[in-house]
């Protein structure tokens, strides 16, 4: 579970990044900034800070920020309700990203995950993106990122988001923030 100062200062790290990018978002927005620790307790390794603009039944927008390092772990988009999974666009806006998917294993990939989660990693193609690169991800494709030294801003493009079902391949992984002494937690 999050503490208030950790949710707070994580949504503070995303405006501030956002304002160094040059990405304008509303006072509105910022306010719904979500951060995700995967319930995991360590959100500078293992989560993200995320904006979603619009979400509906049929199209996703999003913006992702990542702390130096910081990782969203491997997990997919499996079909939902009879209709296929999410497809989703990552594009790097701002540093770098280390995207993995399913496919040929990179020698030597740029990503470190942290000591004792190596088995919840397993797909390891390495992508790399930088400002103005872009990925797409299918449905029911396995895959993760980790932002690179400097930290990344990711937009993403899809069909229509429904985090709550994704599935992980760490079973310890809890999608929607859980935060200390609020009721509410900002969520698409």
């Known amino acids: 579970m999050l503490t208030q100062e950790a949710f707070r200062a994580a949504q503070a790290y995303a405006r501030e990044m956002f304002q160094q990018a040059g990405i304008a978002i509303t006072p509105a927005e910022a306010e719904r900034i979500e951060v995700a620790d995967f319930g995991l307790g360590d959100l500078e390794r293992i989560g993200l800070q995320l904006l979603i603009y619009v979400n509906t039944e049929r ?8 702390r130096p390092g910081q ?25 770098s990203v280390y995207l993995y998917v399913d496919g040929e294993p990179t020698p030597n ?9 190596e088995r919840y990693f397993t797909a390891w193609h390495e992508v790399v993106l930088r400002p103005g690169e872009q ?20 937009s993403e493009f899809s069909t229509r988001s429904r985090d709550e079902f994704d599935i992980f391949t760490n079973p310890n992984i809890v999608r929607l923030p859980r935060v200390e002494g609020l009721e509410e937690v900002p969520h698409g």
Not at 59 to 66: G, P, W
Not at 109 to 117: E, F, K, N
């Open 59 to 66: 199209v996703c927008a999003k913006e992702l920020v990542l």
């Open 71 to 95: 990782i969203c772990p491997e997990h997919l988009h499996p079909p939902v309700h009879g209709e296929p999974g999410k497809e989703e666009t990552l594009r790097c806006r701002w540093g």
């Open 109 to 117: 990939p740029r990503a470190t995950v942290p000591p004792g989660q």
């Open 135 to 154: 990925h797409t991800v299918y449905p029911e494709s396995r895959h993760w990122f980790q932002a690179g030294p400097e930290g990344a801003i990711v």
